[in-house]
């Protein structure tokens, strides 16, 4: 069981309730934070005090004050009025991080909310009630307000959500999982949805994923290197430490540690005295990527345990302030930096299968035929290798760089950081793809050198790859072995057989 205390919720254990479906549960200390400040919430209502967010409208409507009588009217008009979000539903994991990530927040005691409500949102996840929200509509300031609206919605018996594998309404899903629906009262719609869960919940599962595509795409560029002969000084760690950067030295670490007892690889001169660059270069161009992704994973650290709805209650003396936490612009720039630098990757990785395929650059049978001209081989799948890479230039282009005022021009920058994420995310897979391309056609050209010569790691590489997909001695139906190699990709499989062979890789 994750326990959940608004401070140490980290990425693996936000992944292992998303994906594999932990338990979470309230701590004691994310308890006493909550009656805490939602006791100065009700402090403050009863001596009649204005507040924003308390007792006032919102947005424009700042300056309306709200009679007590209205006031659960007016959380329930703010949820059925931000739910107006477009487009295909969020995957089932993205709706399971985005509750945990709001109950985390909500558990750091600084949004006024009752524990019966952040009771329920433990519930929904823990008996598999999962909202139905679009992944389109939020502007990502102001909060993920949009999808947050509709996570909110089978709460309050309204919406719809995912039960048992159907989609029904919210109200029919919370009944069938014996979860009570609610009646929301002051603060608590504004604390709910005020904040970046949505666009760091699509942004957590994006980074973990990402840490995995580190690792497979040095794997992967080390079996070609392997494949084509490469010449391996160019990851000696005397090239990296007159350039310090900590990526590009971690990478050639990893390519000579895959490579190593590799009686395929050459030294300058032996047999040429460069290689190209997608070869040459893999330690500068994979290192690049991973200085980006180090500096990504530690903004989504930082907001995972972090308070960012509005107003802010500070319990130890009451004090009540309306800020900006809920602008989501410094997870819109980290995800705009994790998409550029993953497709980066693919980028890179569609090149070296070109490498391959041309038989002027590889010296092997053009496309890996095994009779050119009767079979195409592997001509197409670099076709769609570079499709995919070409895709992810298109969404490369960064989503935080612009801004469209919102509420009358009360909110006049906004970030679109969850359009970051969700492209992140995109980019993310894509990437994989073409890394489980490479590594199907890195194992074909070295299958026709001698496999058994290949590094410890590689070798290890090449036995994975094979134990789904055989040699192509004919044309085949390729998809379904990239859908194969995908999945040991996507599943850290790849990285696990070679840290076996090998040891840890950085």
Request: overall charge neutral; glycine content about 10%.
């Amino acid at each position: 069981m994750v326990l959940v205390d608004g401070s140490s919720l980290t990425i693996e254990q936000l992944v292992s309730v998303a994906r594999n479906g932990e338990k979470v549960g309230l701590s004691a200390a994310g308890k006493k934070n909550i009656e805490r400040s939602r006791k100065i919430v009700e402090d403050k209502i009863k001596a009649g005090n204005v507040i924003y967010g308390l007792n006032t409208g919102f947005g424009k409507f700042s300056n309306v004050a709200i009679s007590d009588k209205d006031l659960d009217k007016l959380q329930y008009n703010l949820i059925v009025s931000d739910a107006v979000g477009v487009g295909d539903p969020f995957p089932t994991d993205v709706v399971r991080a985005i509750i945990l990530l709001r109950v985390n927040a909500l558990a750091k005691g600084f949004s006024g909310i009752r524990l019966e409500t952040v009771k329920t949102m433990i519930e929904m996840l823990n008996r598999g009630v999962h909202p139905v929200i679009p992944e389109k509509g939020s502007v990502g300031s102001s909060g993920d307000l949009c999808p947050l609206a509709h996570m909110v919605m089978p709460m309050i018996g309204e919406g719809e959500a995912e039960y048992n594998g159907k989609v029904m309404s919210g109200k029919a899903a919370m009944k069938a999982a014996g979860i009570p629906t609610i009646t929301l009262k002051a603060k608590e719609g504004l604390a709910l949805i005020n904040g970046t869960c949505a666009m760091l919940g699509v942004g957590a599962l994006a980074v973990y994923d990402a840490g995995i595509v580190l690792k497979t795409a040095d794997i992967a560029a080390a079996l070609t290197c392997d494949a084509l002969e490469g010449i391996t000084d160019a990851y000696d760690p005397r090239i990296q430490k007159v350039r310090p950067h900590k990526g590009q030295i971690q990478t050639a670490a990893n390519l000579l540690k895959i490579l190593k007892g590799s009686k395929q690889t050459t030294k300058q001169g032996e047999t040429h005295l460069q290689d190209a660059y997608t070869l040459r270069c893999i330690p500068q161009i994979h290192g690049g990527s991973r200085q980006a992704y180090d500096y990504v994973r530690g903004v989504v650290e930082t907001e995972i345990n972090a308070v960012t709805d509005n107003p802010l209650i500070f319990p130890d003396n009451g004090d009540i302030f309306s800020g900006g936490n809920f602008h989501g612009q410094p997870v819109a720039i980290a995800m705009d930096t994790l998409g550029i630098a993953m497709a980066e990757y693919a980028n890179v990785a569609e090149r070296r299968i070109e490498r391959m395929v041309n038989p002027q650059l590889s010296g092997l049978p053009g496309f890996l035929c095994v009779t050119e001209g009767i079979q195409d081989g592997f001509m197409v799948l670099q076709y769609a290798a570079a499709a995919l890479v070409s895709e992810n230039k298109v969404l490369a282009h960064p989503a935080s760089v612009d801004s469209i005022p919102t509420s009358a021009n009360q909110e006049d920058h906004v970030s679109f950081g969850t359009i970051a994420a969700r492209k992140a995310a995109t980019i993310i897979n894509h990437t994989q793809n073409v890394l489980a391309m490479e590594l199907i056609i890195a194992s074909q050209a070295a299958d026709f050198k001698d496999p058994k010569k290949l590094g410890k790691g590689s070798k290890a590489a090449y036995q994975s790859v094979r134990k789904d997909v055989t040699f192509m001695d004919d044309d085949r139906a390729i998809y379904k072995d990239t859908e194969k190699i995908l999945k040991q990709v996507q599943s850290g499989k790849i990285v696990d057989v070679v840290e076996k062979a090998v040891g840890k890789l950085g």
